[in-house]
Structure formats: C-alpha cells, structure tokens
C-alpha cells in the first residue's frame, strides 16, 4: 500500500501550512498557492503529510492511500 498528496485548488486559500510541514513534498507556487509532484509519499513522512491534511484549514490537501494490485502475470 502506498499513498499520495492530493491538493483541491478550489478549496485551497493558499494558507501555506502544508509547505511548512511538508516542504519535503510540497512546494509553493508565486502565488503561495502548494504544488505536489504526485509521487508516492516515503513511508517515513506518511504521519507528517496526515498532519499537514489535518491541519489545512480548509481541508483542501488529502493523504490518499492506494494499494498496489499486481497482476496474474507477474505473480511467480
């Protein structure tokens, strides 16, 4: 299973929490508005990106989990 920073760029007001406790996967654009790259978050940052989504004043960043399905044909 992995998960993923997802932004809402209607709800977002550009606050900027997200940055300060994530700058490790979020940046801001020139106007303070975050960027995600949308690559897998590393498991040892999943607690801090929680953190940042809950305390995004308008809910507008989400920690999505996703679990990784392999196919037939690669199983052994």
């Known amino acids: 299973m992995s998960a993923v920073l997802t932004i809402d760029p209607t709800a977002c ?9 994530l ?3 979020v940046g801001l ?3 303070g508005y975050p960027v995600v790259g949308g690559e897998p ?3 040892e940052l999943v607690a801090r ?3 940042a989504a809950r305390h995004c004043p ?3 960043i989400r920690v ?3 679990v990784e399905v392999r ?3 690669s199983r052994p």
């Open 23 to 25: 700058p490790e996967l």
């Open 58 to 60: 308008r809910r507008a």
């Open 64 to 66: 999505r989990t996703r």
């Open 41 to 43: 978050v590393p498991a």
């Open 13 to 21: 007001d550009a606050y900027g929490y997200c940055a300060e406790l």
């Open 49 to 51: 990106a929680e953190q």
């Open 29 to 31: 654009d020139e106007w």
């Open 71 to 73: 196919s037939s044909a």
